[in-house]
């Protein structure tokens, strides 16, 4: 096994950093403008989120200053900061329907306007295509059976007819083995009643 096969691989050469930002001090010399880069740029991103931050409390101060002044005399309680978020978000949602009603050419057709609700799920809701030509499919065979049985289709009545003739030649085939052993019968009776003579 290697020494040090289990540590991060170093990398030849290293990346090269050149100063975009270059100015002329008074002597002459160029001196980078940018914030100097700390150890892989942490520190430096923080700064700026602080900075941000800082920016959003003011803002916020800023407001709580202009609400009581305009809500009058009453003096609103203290807020949290989570509950002004969301009034500033409400009066910014406000402000926007009010100014700016959506253009016709800016809207998403793939966007999802109203998302469903729990409350939604027993409404009846539109059958795709699929699920609306199946369901006519089966209307259609339901009442083509009722039809079906009822004998008005080409179909059952061409049935009934084959049942008819059917029927006929059972009755003619069945009064003609009735007639032959009713013929048996008086031939035997014939026999018998000439043995007795």
């Known amino acids: 096994m290697v020494r040090g096969s289990g540590k991060f691989k170093q990398k030849r050469g290293g990346g090269r950093n050149f100063s975009k930002n270059m100015v002329l001090d008074e002597n002459g010399t160029a001196v980078s403008t940018d914030k100097p880069r700390t150890r892989r740029g942490m520190d430096a991103e923080e700064g700026s989120d602080d ?70 799920l027993g409404a009846p809701r539109e059958l795709s295509r699929r699920e609306r030509e199946q369901k006519e499919k089966q209307d259609a065979k339901d009442r083509y059976w009722k039809l079906h049985v009822a004998g008005k289709t080409d179909e059952a009545k061409a049935d009934l007819g084959r049942l008819a003739k059917i029927r006929a030649e059972r009755e003619a085939a069945a009064a003609k083995r009735q007639a032959e052993t009713e013929a048996k019968a008086a031939e035997l009776a014939a026999k018998t009643a000439a043995q007795k003579r």
């Open 51 to 120: 900075e941000s931050d800082e920016e959003e409390e003011e803002e916020e101060e800023s407001e709580e200053e202009e609400a009581p002044a305009a809500g009058g005399s009453e003096a609103q309680p203290e807020m949290s900061r989570a509950e002004r978020k969301e009034l500033k978000k409400k009066q910014g949602a406000a402000k926007q329907a009010q100014e700016d009603p959506e253009d016709e050419d800016l809207i998403n057709p793939n966007h999802v306007g109203k998302k469903m609700n729990i409350s939604d």
